[in-house]
């Protein structure tokens, strides 16, 4: 599962090409919050369709000497992740504690997994 690490919430944003907003770097990925209290509860988590949906630059957004235009296919106002920095974390097949990597042993069980990585518990 990708961690937002580095990130800002813009609220109350309409889909509008015309309309710009102040942001002063270049967003590393952008999307759209769906689940902001599921987002805090897993640490931030980014899952594609659950606590967020992904959206493409050039297509949903686009950013420029320090102006940042949304203007994704939604309906009304929503809330923008901003996302600078990014982690990966794996979930223990065996217990479902987080791990570094994906060929890492979990620090809780000592389980070593070398296949898909589990989906995130709720
Ligand atoms: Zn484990």
């Known amino acids: 599962m990708l961690i937002a690490k580095d990130f800002l919430i813009l609220r109350g944003i309409k889909a509008d090409g015309r309309v ?7 967003p ?18 980014l899952l594609h369709n659950r606590t967020v949906f ?7 957004w686009a ?3 320090g102006r940042f235009r949304y203007f994704s296919r939604v309906a009304g106002e929503v809330d923008v992740l901003i996302v600078y920095e990014l982690v990966d974390v794996y979930f223990c097949t065996q217990c479902g504690g987080k791990k570094e990597s994906l060929d890492a042993k979990c620090p809780s069980c000592g389980h070593a997994l070398a296949h898909n990585p589990a989906p995130a518990p709720n």
């Open 20 to 26: 710009s907003h102040a942001l002063e770097r270049k």
């Open 28 to 45: 590393l990925k952008v999307a759209t919050l769906l689940d902001e209290e599921q987002f805090n509860r897993n640490g931030h988590g």
């Open 54 to 60: 992904f959206e493409d630059q050039m297509h949903d």
């Open 63 to 65: 950013w420029a000497n």
